[in-house]
């Protein structure tokens, strides 16, 4: 494998080419760096080497569509934001599968999961979504959300008419950036939404 690989910029221009064997240089890169942290994840949270390769699989495939589709914007490390997507994969999974059981403990414990680097990296993922988003709807997503704005200077910075528009208008903007954090297999509570 060419060392050049090992840089992101790369492995995206690989993973984009027309050509078979520069794709497959691009996914051989995508495993040997990604599928060990992938699977001791799965592993630690009671699941097989099987869902391991299953989640690591769809994992791929939803990283590539984003590639292809210019959502992945290289704001995180390629490998970070492969690892936020499995992570989302196998704890939807979890709450779908009667057969798995987690105790409180353990729950809390999953929801303490993202470390400081994460956290940040996570940021930079939800921004390049809310940038889908109208400036309107990004601006009042980020001032509630980041900035802590209330809702009455929310109202007076959009100029609407109520207090109550202003929590409709935040409502109506959430629920745009959920579903697109859906379409992608993103789960917004990995991202510290709060209200």
Do not use: P
């Not at 050049?4 to 790369?10: K, M, N, T, V």
């Not at 590539?64 to 992945?72: L, P, W």
């Not at 509630?144 to 704005?149: A, D, E, G, V």
């Not at 959430?174 to 917004?188: A, Q, R």
């Amino acid at each position: 494998m060419k060392s050049g690989l090992h840089r992101d910029h790369d492995i995206v221009n690989h993973l984009l080419s027309e050509d078979l064997r520069l794709r497959e240089e691009a996914w051989k890169s995508l495993y040997f760096k990604n599928y060990i942290r992938i699977k001791k994840f799965v592993r630690k949270y009671r699941g097989s080497e099987e869902n391991a390769v299953d989640v690591f699989h769809d994992g791929l495939l939803i990283l590539s569509k984003n590639i292809r589709e210019g959502i992945f914007k290289g704001e995180s490390s390629i490998s970070t934001y492969l690892f936020s997507i499995c992570k989302n994969i196998w704890f939807r999974q979890i709450k779908k599968t009667t057969d798995i059981k987690f105790t409180n403990i353990e729950i809390e414990k999953i929801s303490e999961l993202n470390d400081e680097e994460n956290t940040i990296e996570n940021s930079k993922l939800i921004e390049s979504f809310l940038d889908q988003l109208s400036i309107d709807c990004k601006d009042i997503l980020i001032d509630f959300y980041y900035r802590k704005k209330t809702m009455k200077e929310l109202k007076e910075k959009f100029n609407l008419s109520s207090i109550q528009a202003a929590k409709n208008k935040k409502c109506r903007c959430l629920s745009y950036l959920v579903s697109l954090l859906k379409e992608n297999g993103i789960k917004i509570e990995a991202f510290y939404y709060n209200g």
